[in-house]
């Protein structure tokens, strides 16, 4: 008899390895999510709320839209003061507006705010006066506000250099015991310079509460985002740094006040920086003295009217009954006033002091610049002398 | 009296400084535990703690916007660039926030800061360690731009920078770095905009400033040989600028050189030879000269030394300045000559 060879079998019960658990994703929590978050359709309809991005009081969107269509009237009335040669030049923030009031709104009056030229939407929302929010446009000096009373820095025109000093104040502001957070504007071809990269960077290793807020707009001027970034979207340049970051619909109000608001707790909790990247259209040329026609079609421009921030909030507000017809009138005529007092303020021609130049380059003019002071008084006497 | 190097008297500067006011932050690359590549910061972190002392990122322009942004916050930050060439990534954050914000803003916004930078060559070092870059910081209005020469200058220069209201940038001449001097600590010379006669003399006036300084009184010891007594003044601050100093100076003995070590193309020493023309034209007996570094980007190590200003050159210079009445032939062209 032929016996089959059998295995012999293990007398002692079979051990198992405990599966190794798969390692936690590093990235986890930094990324963006693929699509960008939205909680109205562009009808004005909401999406289902989400807790990760609880849905702002009903009372600030409220006032949102109230400034944005006070804003949106702002902006308007400087395009065209730069028309009547009141304005040097203007960049409109027109299409912007969830993006340039939501960044103020997410804000204390205590924070600070860093903002680029594209900004002057967002910081007459914040409550400048906007005679000194233009004066930089004006020409008769270059910041009109003092920065240490409205928390805000002087308007940025060096591209991306705002991200650094956002968070060297951050930082400082948190090693002497405040809680002080600051938002950076910046535009979609910013990122490309150094300075926005070495901004996120500092922050994330100093753990700076800073909120780096993109408004990608699609154009840099007139160059698109595709030579900007090959990477799937701006939001994705934080993970490189750390630091969560989030894309959003910026042409959503909600949605934008939800994920700034995240954001800003995020920072203010001491956990460090946060990246946040909205995807809007600006509407109106770079500035006043831009030829768009070169670089996009009026059809691309026109498809995004259907998308328009203000247009959508309203719609909301109405459907849930917290604005009216009479609201909006309301809204509107103050709107109306506001562009009434900034046009007949612009129209009065500011009064520029030559003897001033001589001011504030040092806090104690050096003896070259005396004499230099005396130089122009002397000129400035003789052509009053010669006038007279 | 006690001896020290230029090192040490600008490490206790900033110990002091720190000591005294508890605004004052110092950082920059390997600043910390290691004390800086030239160890001027030796000790600081062990002191004070890493929030008073610490490294950041490498990256320069980073460095100087976060001290913006600290200044803004009420600190005063004291930022060190590990060489002059390394200092251009930063320079955008230099010449439009550093030096402008209080103009920008009509003075409601000033960011005091120090922005220190070893410069200069004269230690055989490679390519991008050896610049002389002082005159893009003095052609930018708004900044202070402050050079010691001496130990005690060195102490008191970085004490007066640090508390200075206005952003300093503060040259350090590497190659005295490690030279010895006299200086008794808190040593306080001068202030800011004081130009300084180093050695008394009544046939020329030679006027330097940092790395220039030494070899300015080289040559002026020298000159006795050859019956020139020549006076040295050192400027120690370009700006503020003093020409009150240079011009009693060079009235009184009516030659002058400039000497530096930068090349001399645009330089600060051009700067320095027009304002002495300008106010001291009638005691002039000769042209003002001036001697440079070339006009070449700085050399390999094995040729700086054709590239320094030397004693000899400096010699040269004053050989020039037409003792016997004679015009420079090198001036003279071919029609005047005739
Ligand atoms: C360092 C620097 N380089 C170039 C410019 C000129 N410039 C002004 S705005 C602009 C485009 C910026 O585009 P983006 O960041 O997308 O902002 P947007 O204007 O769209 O708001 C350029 C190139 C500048 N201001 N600063
Ligand atoms: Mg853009």
Redesign the interface.
Known sequence: MTSTPQAVRRATPRKRRPATPAAPDPSAGLLPEAESVRLLNPDGSPLPARADYPEPPVEALREMYRRMVVGRRFDAQATALTKQGRLAVYPSSRGQEACQVGGVLALRDDDWVFPTYRESMALTARGIDPVEVLTLLRGDWHCGYDPTVVRTAPQCTPLATQCVHAAGLAYGESYQGRDTVAMVYIGDGATSEGDFHEGVNFAAVFKAPVVYFVQNNRYAISVPLSRQTAAPSLAYKGVGYGVPSEQVDGNDPVAVLAVLNRAVAHARAGKGPFLVEAHTYRMEPHTNADDQTRYRDADEVAAWRDRDPIARLESYLRARDVLDDAAVAEIAAQAEEYAAGLRERMNIQPTVDPLSLFDHVYAQPTPQLVEQREQVRAELAATQEGDA | MATMTMAKALNAALADAMLDDERVVVFGEDVGQLGGVFRITDGLQARFGD?RCFD??L?E??I????????????RPVVEMQFDAFAY?AF??IA??VA???????????VPMVIRVPYAGGIGGVEHHCDSSEAYYAHT??L?VVTPATVADAYSLLREAID???PVVFMEPKKLYFGSGEAELPARTEPF?RAVVRRSGRDATLIAYGPAVPVALEAAEAACEEGWDLEVVDIRTI??????TITESVRRTGRCVVVQEAQGFAGVGAEIAARVQERCFHALHAPVLRVSGLDIPYPAPMLEHTHLPSVDRVLDAVARLQWDDQPDPRWLTEGSAA
């Not at chain 2, 001290?67 to 803004?72: E, K, N, R, S, Y």
């Not at chain 2, 402008?100 to 000033?110: D, E, I, V």
């Not at chain 2, 700006?239 to 009150?244: A, N, Q, S």
Request: a positive charge; hydrophobic letters at 35%.
């Open positions: 929030k950041t990122p990256a322009a980073g100087v916007g976060f001290a913006v942004g600290l200044a803004m916050s009420g600190l990534p955008e954050q439009s926030h402008k914000l209080r103009n920008r803003t009509r003075g409601a916004l000033s209005p708004g202070k200075d209201p206005d905009g700006v503020p600028f003093d020409d009150v």
